[in-house]
């Protein structure tokens, strides 16, 4: 089984939980974007995107860069591959339990039709 680290796993699912910082790390795929640019396409203050991109940042998906008064955001270091393969675990033990669920209904079915009923 692989062996993930659960404060790293709770930072990068807590940032992404939020809609705003989805969309900031999206926004910061296509560009790399001031702090000032983020607040003005989400409709938010300084402060409160301030806040969402140090959450961003703790968790190591953007990394800002501060040139006089202006903080530029990027995209982080950290590529998700620990939260996919997380993810990917589970959606595989969900799987092979919807199978056999599927198999369960269909051995009823099977049943019903021998029964004649």
Do not use: N
């Amino acid at each position: 089984m692989v062996q993930y680290l659960p404060a790293r796993l709770d930072a990068s699912f807590a940032a992404l939980s939020d809609a705003t910082r989805r969309g900031v790390l999206e926004q910061l795929g296509r560009a790399d974007s001031s702090i000032t640019d983020l607040a003005e396409t989400f409709h938010m203050t300084l402060t409160g995107m301030k806040k969402h991109v140090v959450v961003l940042e703790r968790a190591g998906l953007v990394a800002t860069d501060k040139v006089g008064r202006v903080r530029t955001c990027r995209l982080g270091p950290r590529r998700l591959a620990e939260e996919m393969a997380w993810i990917e675990q589970h959606r595989q033990l969900w799987a092979s339990r919807f199978d056999a669920l599927d198999q369960v209904v269909e051995d009823l079915k099977q049943k019903e039709r021998a029964d004649g009923t």
